[in-house]
T-cell receptor, first 109, second 113 residues
Framework: AQRVTQPEKLLSVFKGAPVELKCNYS??????LFWYVQYSRQRLQLLLR??SRESIKGFTADLNKGETSFHLKKPFAQEEDSAMYYC???????????FGKGTRLSVIA | NAGVTQTPKFQVLKTGQSMTLQCAQD?????MSWYRQDPGMGLRLIHY???????DQGEVPNGYNVSRSTTEDFPLRLLSAAPSQTSVYFC????????????FGPGTRLLVL
């Protein structure tokens, strides 16, 4: 079965430092990958998806099929980026979305 | 639009009691799902539905039942609550499939004593 691995439970960085939240997946085909974010006291929401190839709130993520990774990156962290980040994967139309265990990002002023 | 709503926000149960967590959406979404969120475990799928009358099991379905009699509602039933079911439960919905943008509810925090 497909699996999503986020190796870091907690990542602390200083404001202005670069951020990289790691996500690896196990699936031999061509999945769709997503990053969802949950800010304090807010609902879980979509941050970005790999097929859009867009930058949201300064975050980008590139799908690397060779390394089966979809790391989330931002060059300069802001305090408002502090949140719980989940990487998620889907393999085909009617299959469900599978989430990783999440990484809590803490940006220190 | 209210989006995805969940009731109750918080519930305390005794072991063995049953209850239903309500989930409703007013966006005419076909796909709905239930997740539980536990520390260190992330979001785990309990059950999902691709449309009215169709449900399927997720990763952790034991101890939970669902039905989808209407497009709008997707209740989650705990048949006989156990302390291991203490968790935060999230309902989500989307237009077509799990690959579409998921809209999450605010969550229900459940404590089983």
């Amino acid at each position: 079965a497909q699996r999503v691995t986020q190796p870091e439970k907690l990542l602390s960085v200083f404001k202005g430092a670069p951020v990289e939240l790691k996500c690896n997946y196990s699936y031999s085909g061509s999945p769709e990958l997503f990053w969802y974010v949950q800010y304090s006291r807010q609902r879980l929401q979509l941050l970005l998806r790999h097929i859009s190839r867009e930058s949201i709130k300064g975050f980008t993520a590139d799908l690397n099929k060779g390394e089966t990774s979809f790391h989330l990156k931002k060059p300069f962290a802001q305090e408002e980026d502090s949140a719980m980040y989940y990487c998620a994967l889907i393999v085909s139309g009617n299959t469900p979305l599978v989430f990783g265990k999440g990484t809590r990002l803490s940006v220190i002023a | 639009n209210a989006g995805v709503t969940q009731t109750p926000k918080f519930q305390v149960l005794k072991t063995g009691q049953s209850m239903t967590l309500q989930c409703a959406q007013d966006m005419n979404h076909e796909y709905m799902s239930w997740y539980r969120q536990d520390p260190g475990m992330g979001l785990r799928l309990i059950h999902y539905s691709v449309g009215a009358g169709i449900t399927d099991q997720g990763e952790v379905p034991n101890g939970y039942n669902v039905s989808r009699s209407t497009t709008e509602d997707f209740p989650l039933r705990l048949l006989s609550a156990a302390p291991s079911q203490t968790s935060v439960y999230f309902c989500a919905s989307s237009y077509g499939t799990g690959g579409e943008t998921q809209y999450f509810g605010p969550g229900t925090r459940l404590l089983v004593l």
